[in-house]
């Protein structure tokens, strides 16, 4: 609940800061803010054994993004997943569930009237549980039980972003994402689609 908290308030704080020196005349009207849905393929680095991988999709993410300087542009994104990978002799069934918060630096590339090609990198905040963790044998039967374990991770991530002016202040938007965890998390591999507003 805290780091939830904390990223809705980082992005109400975000927003609240373009509006004001927008509306005082420093800036031009240049933030955005989108909601999209994603196609993953996850996998975990398992402490205590292997995991298989897993292909889900992701309720709606919200995010926010704005010019930082020139033909930069930073982005914030409040996430959550849930996944549940399936157990066998050898891998460590479990749900997973992470809710996190991203933010990355992106770098606008040349491209025809209409669209925008973004390529960036950045860092990612989560709290990753991870329950009902077993094994099982050939037959279906349990075969070794493994304690729930909960974990605050801090990762890296590279992106590339396309999208296309849809008229007046909407646009389409595709995204590609790798995330790679600094602990015992998810690595992901994300394929994402969504509607951006210009504010």
Do not use: C
């Amino acid at each position: 609940m805290k780091m939830t908290a904390f990223a809705v308030a980082l992005l109400g704080w975000l927003f609240n800061l373009t509006a004001h020196a927008a509306a005082i005349g420093e800036i031009e009207r240049t933030a955005k803010i989108g909601v999209a849905v994603s196609a993953l393929n996850l996998s975990i680095e398992e402490p205590d054994g292997s995991a298989d991988t897993e292909t889900e999709f992701s309720p709606v993410n919200f995010f926010y993004t704005d010019v930082f300087l020139n033909d930069y542009h930073y982005w914030a994104e409040v996430f959550y997943q849930s996944a549940t990978f399936e157990a066998s002799t050898t891998n460590i069934g479990q749900d997973v569930k992470r809710l996190g918060f991203r933010l990355s630096l992106q770098k606008q590339f040349t491209a025809g009237p209409g669209w925008q090609l973004l390529g960036g990198v950045g860092a990612y905040v989560s709290k990753e549980e991870f329950t009902d963790r077993f094994t099982k044998d050939v037959d279906g039967f349990l075969l070794r039980r493994y304690e729930d374990r909960s974990e605050n991770i801090l990762g890296g991530l590279i992106e590339g972003v396309v999208t296309r002016n849809l008229g007046e202040r909407w646009d389409l938007m595709f995204r590609g994402a790798y995330e790679i965890p600094f602990g015992d998390g998810v690595e992901a591999f994300s394929i994402s689609a969504g509607v951006i507003y210009g504010l």
